[in-house]
């Protein structure tokens, strides 16, 4: 499910409420933004891992990346913030919470750079299996789910109720996504032919990569292209 983050007009923030114990199913954003947990505790499972938040910790996003959300019992207050570019880090910690407040309800854009600039790293990262699995499957694209499950003990069908449970989709289709999110990530600066950008990064051929982007973007590679360039050239003008 394709979901945009609400785009701003004038100066509007995303501050979200989320009632204790409901549940955030699996989507997906169209731009990069951080989540600023204010109140409240929750935790995250995304397509770069699985992390328990509460306040004062941040997680960052990049585009077209999913998520699912459980809130505990207190339910949480978080503030989005738009970014112009997302940094390395997925997780962190920042002190300054009422300054970054107090900035995003006037100037969203000030808001976010001085997050940028205070952030500070946090290990906030989950370690059962579902998210060593998830670590995997990022590491090694092409991972046989069958002989991981077997050599961790857990039989198929435990595998794909416990990651489903955990990430909110199968490990099949996370797989799948993390390659379309490599072909993502690569396309800005790639000069070659698409169909050679496909057999870089495993896919069948070219039209399997326009299938994985479409799914992912409800783009193609040659619409993201012009699209990029088009950005640019209005930056720079």
Known sequence: MLLPLRRRTGRVTDLRHYSGGSCLPRHRHLGAYAAVVLAGDFVEAGDRGRHRLDAGKVVFHRPFEAHRDEFGRRGAVVLDLPLGRCPELTTGEVDALDVVVRLARNDPEAAAALLLDEVRPAELDLDDWPD??????????DLCLETWAERNGLSPQTLSRGFRQAYGTTAKRFRAELRAQRALRTLPGWTETLGDLAAELGFADQAHLTRAVVSL?????GQLRAKWIQDRSLAAG
């Open 217 to 221: 973007t409800g783009w193609t590679p």
């Open 132 to 141: 060593t699995l998830a670590r995997a499957l990022a590491a090694e694209p």
